[in-house]
């Protein structure tokens, strides 16, 4: 348990649903990331939010909609998603610049199977 | 804009033996931060070794320790007397100290030991 839990674990969706992934850290950090991760392919980031603002956005599609309500908690809301959207969705979290050489820490992922 | 390169998609070594997984990157910066990430089969990412790259002496954790070239934008990762629970997948990434939400990571070298 690094102190990033994501929810759920697994999820699959068709292509018409709507669905939300969720992260949560209680580790101070004030730094937030989404990245995807697909076969074969490099990580991407997708969003980052600092103290709840978004900075990074990584142009991602719109059917992607990061919502970040507090420093501790990122969510990722899915809607109208492509079968090439199936990955392994990571978050992770950083503290703020000076504080612990800025190391990021990662959630277990949120595998996603879109039909 | 940084980039971060893995040239070994995929390497061998036999248990108790040492290896080094080669990882170049690209910068204009002189400030910044480098990292190795371990991705294991459960597929939790978690940090192996970091080098700020103001400190000229290498960092080391246990039986991992690196190689930072950093007029030469290399840093290189040595695993000591390889166990069986190193076989994982391993991230080189880079951040900017200056914009610090930013971290990019190369494709990944992934490390098969043999018993």
Redesign the interface.
Known sequence: E?GVTQTPRHLVMGMTNKKSLKCEQHLGHN?M?WYKQSAK???E?MF?Y?FKEQ??NNSVPSRFSPECPNSSHLFLHLHTLQPEDSA?Y?C?S?PP?GAG??????G??S?LTVL | AQTVTQSQPEMSVQEAETVTLSCTYDTSESDYYLFWYKQPPSRQMILVIRQEAYKQQNATENRFSVNFQKAAKSFSLKISDSQLGDAAMYFCAYRSYIKDDKIIFGKGTRLHILP
């Open positions: 690094t730094a990331y392919k490099p990580l980031l980052v600092n900075t990074e392994l990571l992770a950083s610049p050489a800025n190391v990021l820490t990662f277990a992922g595998r």
